[in-house]
């Protein structure tokens, strides 16, 4: 999702703006979740911190713990009904923002990759209409997906949450950082490191699905892999392997023609001279504005929904694609606004030493 959202931003200063802000915004947790977390295992200590596994059942429902419920305690005991409402309100929009963030993302990595492949000439109206699809598949398998959740170890969502990243993204992380330091990476590298990152944290995954994590009184019998290896650990080791299969397939296959770099990598983002696209593509002839046809019946509901507007239709000309082409290859920033992220830059760097040196 951040990446899509830097890659769409209008020039290279908001881009590394809205990296910094989200920076910014990553230390809010620490306020907003881990503190009342605390306070709430202090106030509650029954509740929250019960080591009994049946009073944990009868508290919460789970026999490992009932951590997931301090936050929610905290808002129903403390606040008034008033404010219990807005902050209710206020954590379902949150919830439903990062949720929709995630289905568009995934959504347009399916319509935009492999779609397009299985319909080489799908047209917007398609490819839209498939968009919306499958993030109606998305929610009814996120649905079907709540009964694996509850059979998590300890049943700790924080914990699922981070445990599931920590599978998933290194490869992907691997992958990136690959591609974007070693101009020798290619496809054929990052699809199987790809796989095999994916396999690899797949097999964690289910091994910790399939043994249930022991009661505070009971002997962890589970294999070494997961009782002795921590899900963090896992994931380093994670990216570490994923990178290593990604620069070994990259090496022993053909390489991708340095023309077709330019911009891509690391030391080539300042160059200026034209890109050679690897495969050939079709720009289409501009065309002048013409009138849709009147929509009636099916047809019209279904435009609406898609979110598609009535009117005319323009596509851009030659001379416009050149115009947003050069301007999104483009790396220059005037020199106030790189000066102030700089500094910027410099405080998050400086807030985040001292926070860690302060609360350690």
């Not at 101009?183 to 396999?199: C, D, I, Q, T, Y």
């Not at 091994?207 to 002795?228: Q, V, W």
Request: proline content about 5%.
């Amino acid at each position: 999702v951040l990446v899509q959202r830097v890659l769409a931003a209008k020039n290279f200063s908001q881009a590394k703006g809205g990296c910094l802000f989200a920076g910014v915004l990553k230390i809010l947790p620490l306020f907003l979740l881990v503190f009342p977390g605390m306070i709430a295992r202090i106030k509650y200590t029954d509740e929250i911190a019960c080591t009994d596994p049946k009073v944990c059942e009868e508290v919460c429902g789970s026999k490992t713990g009932c951590s997931n419920i301090a936050y929610p305690l905290l808002v129903m005991r403390l606040l008034p009904k008033g404010l219990r409402g807005v902050m209710l309100a206020c954590m379902l929009s949150a919830l439903m923002s990062s949720i929709t963030a995630v289905y568009n993302s995934a959504s347009t990595i399916f319509t935009m990759d492999i779609w397009k492949l299985i319909r080489k000439n799908a047209s917007e109206v398609e490819q839209l209409i498939v968009g919306k699809l499958f993030v109606v598949v998305i929610v009814v398998v996120s649905i079907l997906w709540i009964p694996i959740i509850n059979a998590f170890p300890s049943s700790q969502l924080f914990n699922y949450t981070q445990s599931v990243t920590s599978y998933l993204s290194p490869p992907v992380c691997a992958v990136y950082v690959a591609a974007i330091f070693i101009p020798r990476v290619n496809e054929p590298g990052a699809f199987w490191a790809l796989m095999s990152g994916l396999v690899i944290g797949m097999a964690r995954f289910i091994l910790e699905i399939s043994y249930s994590a022991p009661l505070c009184d009971e002997d962890d019998t589970r294999p070494f892999i997961i009782s002795k290896v921590n899900y963090l650990h896992f994931g380093l080791f994670l990216f570490v392997v994923s990178l290593l299969i990604c620069i070994t397939v990259s090496f022993l296959t053909p390489p991708i023609p340095k023309e077709s770099l330019i911009r891509l990598t690391f030391q080539t983002r300042n160059s200026k001279s034209e890109r050679v696209p690897l495969e050939k593509q079709d720009v289409g002839v501009p065309k002048a504005a013409v009138d849709e046809p009147a929509r009636t019946g099916i047809k019209k509901v279904i435009f609406t929904v898609c979110g598609l507007e009535k009117g005319k239709v323009r596509e851009r000309t030659t001379s416009e694609v050149d115009r947003i082409q050069a301007q999104h290859v483009s790396l220059s920033e005037e020199r106030k606004w790189k000066i102030f992220l700089d500094v910027f830059a410099v405080l998050i760097v400086g807030l985040a030493i001292f926070l860690y040196v302060y609360y350690r």
